[in-house]
């Protein structure tokens, strides 16, 4: 099974609203989620992202998979730098 942090479309008609979820990699883009890590709207922008932190950063430690879009967004909110830098506590911790 391979799990995807992504996008999943809700909203109205030419009025787009996303939710940051993760799921299976076979599910469809709108279909079943395993959990949802927050909200994006694109007409308010990113820093107006609303995501969990915490619980983003664990599915990301376990493997979790980005999607393209999802990682500029985290990149962009510091979330990968806070990935990055918990794994080179973590190395240098043994």
């Known amino acids: 099974?391979?799990?995807?942090?992504?996008?999943?479309?809700?909203?109205?008609?030419?009025?787009?609203?996303?939710?940051?979820?993760?799921?299976?990699?076979?599910?469809?883009?709108?279909?079943?989620?395993?959990?949802?890590?927050?909200?994006?709207?694109?007409?308010?922008?990113?820093?107006?992202?609303?995501?969990?932190?915490e619980v983003t950063l664990k599915w990301l430690r376990q493997g979790a998979t980005p999607s393209d879009t999802i990682r500029t967004l985290f990149t962009k909110k510091g979330l990968m730098a806070k990935l990055a830098e918990s794994k080179k506590s973590v190395k240098g911790d043994k």
């Open 1 to 53: 099974m391979s799990v995807k942090i992504r996008l999943t479309r809700v909203g109205r008609h030419k009025d787009p609203f996303f939710r940051i979820v993760v799921a299976d990699s076979r599910y469809a883009r709108d279909g079943r989620y395993i959990e949802q890590l927050g909200f994006f709207d694109p007409a308010k922008g990113i820093e107006n992202a609303i995501i969990d932190e």
